[in-house]
């Protein structure tokens, strides 16, 4: 038999399609990536840049003169293998974009689970560039507490909304998320029984330097699970925006089984697709942010100073394997209830990451 490995490509093609899902109770419209297993005879497309769906960049640098186009490993509107499937939702950070972790998502896809992701209206990169761009005074504490709120709705709307369009499976369900969207995957269990396994990477919501103490997200923070509830939480241990302390503050007040991963010599955006592009644009945000929010809850230069240059940290490569493999690995054990991805969690997961270069820190609660 096969040898258990979450970490390598699963052996389905993936394919991509968008759409447009209304919450009419809000009158809330979310456009949607779907990534799903597709048939066989597009063996091979998904890995063919000739053939891989494109989108233009969202994050672009100072330098760039003009957006990028980007490859997803996913063939645009394949035919599925099989719908419904095992439901995972990715919820994206502040912002950001619904494809800013396709990497993760065509990898789960691969593996035989069907991803969702949406631009979450009110906190997306569109958004707040125009925000900022106006030079209208901004009052963050309001727009904190609405883009939280907004994700208390947005995860029970979307897991319902895919098993109307029979996405998903009418049974148990994963949540991920970055930084704000990691917040999302921390709130999602409280806000949707369906959701056993979830998976928070840099979430907001803990003590950091980026707001007061008791700011708007730590105070929707419910750590009222079901108890079979699981979750997986990924730690950068040089993030300049959520640091470590504010990471084991959430880590500590998890009731039910959990288990934290920290990527060393990583910072915020080491969970993004196209990481030499997101952390340049990462810095220029935070420098940017001195202009736009000014320094009396945080003090932006200091932070823009913390971040060092990408070639001081964990490169890109050992940074995907890791957080592809430990993903899949969680949802099968929770989700699929595999014996062999629990071990694999539950053993030297240290040592399996440092053979393909990524130094992490592993414990368990």
């Not at 939702?89 to 691969?110: F, I, K, Q």
């Not at 989700?335 to 990524?358: H, I, K, P, W």
Request: one cysteine or more; charged letters at 20%; aromatic letters at 8%.
């Amino acid at each position: 038999m096969a040898k258990y490995d979450p970490f390598t490509r699963g052996p389905h093609p993936v394919g991509v399609r968008s759409e447009t899902w209304l919450d009419s109770a809000r009158n809330r419209e979310l456009t949607v990536e779907i990534w799903y297993p597709a048939t066989g005879d597009n063996a091979g497309a998904d890995l063919d840049p000739t053939r891989q769906d494109t989108y233009t960049a969202v994050w672009t640098t100072g330098d760039a003169a003009e957006p990028a186009l980007v490859r997803q490993a996913a063939v645009r509107d394949a035919e599925p293998l099989a719908l419904p499937g095992k439901f995972v939702l990715l919820s994206h950070g502040y912002a950001g974009h619904r494809r800013e972790g396709s990497y993760l998502c065509t990898h789960l896809a691969s593996h035989g689970y069907v991803v969702a992701s949406a631009d979450h209206p009110g906190s997306t990169s569109w958004e707040i560039d125009a925000r900022m761009s106006s030079g209208e005074p901004v009052d963050m504490a309001e727009q904190r507490h609405q883009m939280g709120t907004d994700r208390l709705g947005d995860v029970p709307f979307l897991v319902a909304e895919a098993t109307r369009r029979k996405y998903s499976l009418d049974g148990p369900v994963g949540v991920i998320g970055i930084s704000l969207g990691g917040f999302t995957a921390m709130i999602a269990p409280a806000v949707e029984p369906r959701v056993k396994a979830t998976i928070p990477l840099c979430p907001a919501g803990g003590p950091s330097p980026i707001y007061p103490r008791n700011s708007e997200l730590q105070r929707l923070l419910n750590f009222e699970w079901p108890d079979d509830t699981s979750c997986l939480q990924g730690v950068a241990d040089r993030d300049s925006w959520l640091p470590l302390y504010g990471q084991l503050d959430m880590f500590s007040r998890i009731k039910t089984k959990k288990r934290m991963v920290i990527l060393r010599n990583a910072d915020h955006n080491h969970f993004c697709e196209d990481l030499e592009v997101a952390h340049a644009w990462f810095k220029d945000l935070t420098l940017a942010n001195v202009d736009y929010m000014g320094t009396e809850e945080a003090d932006w230069p200091a932070i823009a100073r913390a971040i060092r240059p990408l070639e001081e940290l964990t490169p890109a490569a050992p940074t995907y394997e890791l957080w592809r493999g430990v993903c899949v690995a969680h949802l099968d054990a929770v989700l699929n209830g595999s014996s062999e991805a629990a071990r694999l969690l539950d053993g030297d997961l240290t040592s399996l990451a440092a053979s393909f270069g990524a130094p992490i820190v592993t414990f368990s609660g």
